[in-house]
């Protein structure tokens, strides 16, 4: 695999002092799967570990390797393995703020989750049929924004309803000057505008589950390499057929990451203090009422076969 249709002309030409570096110690993540990566590099697909030295060094989820980074690495010899040594500098990402589940886990509460990294474009996108919101689409542009990328708007589903053009009139008046377009994966509407934009670009596809994101990646590839599934019909929504993050490579030159859907993308880095101590505050009072209720529970007259 050549390093130029992984897209490292283009990113070299955005970093300093990069001259100098082994193209063969030089790799593209392709997917990171619960801990696992793939690798795309001079040697082909390559499965990417990280070490010790790597996992000390790491003080938070985002120094880990992510989809869309170029890494320095060393293959083992015999193996299709490598060993990732290091990132290189993200020029772009994608990021939002996760919001841990696991009550025990308060300073987590703020943690940065990144989507992708070294992106040029990120198409955000909606459904026509009943996923449309204004508000929604407002919070992934800020998002994008904030981590360097360009934001495209894609209106998928374009030929389920009477005036698309009303919806794209709205998105602009709210975003003067935005790129909107108006697709159809299923009719190829907009594909080739779509195609033309991606060029050698290295491009991202986010919004909710069941919008189109791989049938639009599948018809911009030209073969079905991504599963897709019917939406429920009562509410339009998917049932999450992606599952994880993978970049494909377009035979025009560019690169195409599909992600899963997520409802929200909340802005990580706008975050105020205040907001944080405000989290911090209400998940410390969570863990206190739980405690109380469990308390309350365990003492005979509040327990139910009394
Ligand atoms: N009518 C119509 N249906 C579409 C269009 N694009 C996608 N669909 C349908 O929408 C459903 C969901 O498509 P997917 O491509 O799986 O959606 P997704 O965004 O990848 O969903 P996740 O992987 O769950 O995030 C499928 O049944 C597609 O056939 C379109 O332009 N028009
Ligand atoms: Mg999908």
Known sequence: MDLEILGWRRYSQS??????????????????????????????????????????????????????????????????????????????????????????????????QIIATNIDIVFIMQGLDADFSLERLNRYMEAVKNGGAHPVVLLNKCDLIKNPTEKKADVLAENPGGEIFLVSAKTGHGLAEVKNLISEKSVVFVGSSG???????????????????EVRVNDSKGRHTTTKR?????????????????????????????????????????????????????????????
Do not use: C, H
């Open 15 to 112: 970093q300093k002092n990069i001259e100098n570096f082994s193209l063969e110690n030089i790799a593209r993540v392709a997917v990171e799967n619960r801990g696992g990566y793939l690798l795309y590099s001079q040697f082909g697909e390559l499965e990417g570990i990280v070490q010790g030295k790597f996992i000390k060094k790491a003080e938070k989820e985002s120094d880990y390797p992510k989809v869309g980074d170029w890494v320095n690495i060393v293959k083992l010899q015999g193996e299709q393995k490598a060993v990732i040594e290091s990132i290189l500098p993200r020029f772009s990402k994608l990021s939002r703020r996760r919001i841990s589940k696991d009550r025990s886990e308060i300073n987590k509460q703020q943690e940065e």
């Open 211 to 229: 919008v189109g994101k791989s049938t639009l990646a599948n018809a911009l590839l030209g073969i079905d390499l991504q599963k897709i599934q």
């Open 246 to 306: 993978e970049m494909f490579l377009l035979s025009s030159g560019g690169i195409l990451i599909d992600t899963p859907g997520m409802r929200e993308l909340e802005p990580w880095e706008k975050q105020t203090e205040f907001a944080q101590e405000k989290a911090k505050n209400n998940a410390k009072r969570k863990i206190k009422n739980g405690r109380l209720a469990r308390a309350l529970i365990k003492r005979p007259e509040f327990t139910k076969d009394k």
